[in-house]
T-cell receptor
Framework: NAGVMQNPRHLVRRRGQEARLRCSPM?????VYWYRQLPEEGLKFMVYLQKENIIDESGMPKERFSAEFPKEGPSILRIQQVVRGDSAAYFC???????????????FGEGSWLTVV | DAKTTQPNSMESNEEEPVHLPCNHSTISGTDYIHWYRQLPSQGPEYVIHGLTSNVNNRMASLAIAEDRKSSTLILHRATLRDAAVYYC???????????????FGTGTRLKVLA
């Protein structure tokens, strides 16, 4: 009964390169959320996706960041032309349904730590 | 912005109970209160959630005030492995889509002393 799987766990990129972070939700979950955690800070919501749809990306920086959740395969958070300020932990969470029902729980992966040098 | 208020840090002795408070004075009638914890270098881990009645599970207990404006997470016997940041969270609406997300505040950093 695998949980939310994220890879890579650690990624080092030079400034200007691209970073791709992958997230496979728990089995049976079709709702995915991405959060970012800067060093010594709390988690900040970035984007909410369902299969083949971006539901809300209000927390995503307008430039260089994109996310997708295709019909087949994992959700991907893509950061183009990375800068040092992108260094953070990126967490993916999933849920079987939306949070319309307030009692619904989301489950997090172990995170992907991006370091930009 | 987070809809909950928690102390920045707390300390507890090992094997003693820990009461972690949370204020959520603007909670709506249908909002559940969720608690997660984050151990160092790990993702947030679900702990417990509840609506009105007190809740118990294998990890902890959740005591909810009668007016629901505050709640307390209770760890009955703290161990060194319970040292983590504990988050009390509510859902919040995503205005652009009419859907919901969970907002994480800064949480309470629990230190357990041997």
């Amino acid at each position: 009964n695998a949980g939310v799987m994220q890879n890579p766990r650690h990624l080092v990129r030079r400034r200007g390169q691209e970073a791709r972070l992958r997230c496979s939700p728990m089995k049976g979950h079709s709702h995915v959320y991405w959060y970012r955690q800067l060093p010594e800070e709390g988690l900040k919501f970035m984007v909410y996706l369902q299969k083949e749809n971006i539901i809300d990306e209000s927390g995503m920086p307008k430039e260089r960041f994109s996310a997708e959740f295709p019909k087949e395969g994992p959700s991907i958070l893509r950061i183009q032309q990375v800068v040092r300020g992108d260094s953070a932990a990126y967490f993916c969470a999933s849920s079987p349904t939306s949070l319309q029902g307030s009692g619904n729980t989301i489950y997090f992966g172990e995170g992907s730590w991006l370091t930009v040098v | 912005d987070a809809k909950t208020t928690q102390p920045n840090s707390m300390e507890s002795n090992e094997e003693e109970p820990v009461h972690l408070p949370c204020n959520h004075s603007t909670i709506s009638g249908t909002d559940y209160i969720h608690w997660y914890r984050q151990l160092p270098s790990q993702g947030p881990e679900y702990v417990i959630h509840g609506l009105t009645s007190n809740v118990n599970n294998r990890m902890a207990s959740l005591a909810i005030a009668e007016d629901r404006k505050s709640s307390t997470l209770i760890l009955h016997r703290a161990t060194l492995r319970d040292a983590a940041v504990y988050y009390c969270i509510l859902r919040d609406s995503l205005a652009t889509s009419g859907t919901y997300k969970y907002i994480f505040g800064t949480g309470t950093r629990l230190k357990v002393l041997a």
